[in-house]
């Protein structure tokens, strides 16, 4: 059973359960409610990020992203560094180029990929971070 404080308040220190984690009553704020309606995320950014996130829910592919943010590397040096085929490796690198997280260009016969910019360089470094701080 989880402490309570005389307040009501959920001891911070120790585990909720699921039930604990909903409001004891039904009581809308609707002032809270106004203010935000007009600002919430419309269903097409939603699913829009939501893909973005899914994208980058494979681990090759964060791996690749991670190479990427060190350094721009061709095609085959990027499948011989993580150990892929570079069919699989080229696979990979269009999921992320179609979903603007990686570009290319194209030297002679070589392809070079390299992150797509500093938003997605950013948005990489900052997962990292959360996930190291846990």
């Not at 604990?20 to 919430?40: G, N, Q, R, W």
């Not at 150990?83 to 990979?92: E, F, I, N, Y």
């Not at 392809?111 to 701080?133: F, P």
Request: with cysteine; hydrophobic share 35%; aromatic share 6%.
């Amino acid at each position: 059973m989880v402490a309570k404080h005389s307040d009501s308040q959920v001891s911070a220190d120790l585990p909720e359960t699921a039930e604990d984690a909903v409001c004891d009553i039904l009581c809308v704020h609707h002032e809270v409610v106004d203010k935000y309606a007009e600002h919430l995320i419309t269903l097409d950014r939603a699913n829009s990020l939501a893909e973005l996130f899914k994208t980058l829910g494979d681990p090759t592919r964060i791996r690749i992203m991670d190479v990427l943010s060190k350094a721009e590397f061709c095609v085959c040096d990027l499948a011989e560094l993580l150990g892929l085929s570079q069919s699989a490796t080229s696979h990979q690198l269009r999921v992320l180029r179609n979903n603007d997280l990686v570009k290319y260009r194209r030297e002679g016969k070589m392809v070079y990929y390299s992150m797509h910019d500093s938003h997605v360089s950013e948005l990489y470094r900052q997962g990292l971070e959360h996930i190291d701080e846990g």
